[in-house]
């Protein structure tokens, strides 16, 4: 049995590196690849976090106060079982990873709301650091 798992597990790991070298070469744009393109608007930016703020954030928010909930009261009908001890263990470690989940969200979200300003004031350097050039061209005024 192992040695079927072992096989199968080494030939999805094979085709999983051969899709993910395709998708960072490029995949055509007929494909439903990007066209080459990962560009997004101010606006689809905002609309991510925005996201993130008023649907992710508050629906695992949610999820992981019932999975708290239905976990402590079948501790607490294992009470003094060793299986209360492996879902507070289990529930501990669920914790951990929510916690570890809802800091990623907020991160993603504040890059995201961060990223247009960083972008603009990249351009506004690029474009001050031609400036210069500009005034020295005898095509100014023209």
């Given at each position: 049995m192992?040695?079927d798992?072992?096989?199968?597990?080494?030939s999805e790991r094979?085709?999983?590196?051969d899709?993910?070298?395709?998708?960072?070469?490029?995949?055509?744009?007929?494909?439903?690849g990007g066209?080459?393109?990962?560009a997004?608007?101010?606006?689809q930016?905002?609309?991510?976090?925005?996201?993130?703020e008023?649907?992710?954030?508050?629906?695992?928010k949610?999820a992981?106060?019932?999975?708290d909930?239905?976990?402590?009261?079948?501790?607490?009908?294992?009470?003094?079982?060793?299986?209360?001890?492996?879902?507070?263990?289990?529930?501990?470690t669920?914790?951990?990873?929510?916690?570890?989940l809802?800091g990623?969200?907020?991160?993603?979200?504040?890059?995201?709301?961060?990223a247009?300003?960083?972008f603009?004031?990249n351009?506004?350097?690029?474009?001050?650091?031609f400036?210069?050039?500009?005034?020295?061209?005898?095509?100014?005024?023209?």
């Open positions: 192992s040695g798992f072992t096989q199968e597990w080494g094979a085709r999983a590196a899709q993910a070298a395709m998708r960072l070469n490029g995949v055509p744009a007929t494909d439903g066209g080459g393109t990962f997004s608007t101010p606006a930016k905002r609309s991510a976090a925005n996201t993130i008023t649907e992710l954030e508050p629906n695992t949610k992981t106060d019932h999975a909930e239905s976990t402590n009261t079948a501790v607490k009908g294992f009470d003094g079982w060793d299986a209360a001890v492996g879902l507070k263990r289990v529930a501990d669920w914790d951990q990873q929510v916690k570890v809802m990623r969200l907020g991160s993603e979200k504040g890059s995201l709301r961060g247009s300003g960083l603009v004031q351009d506004l350097g690029t474009g001050d650091g400036r210069p050039l500009g005034t020295q061209s005898k095509l100014n005024g023209l």
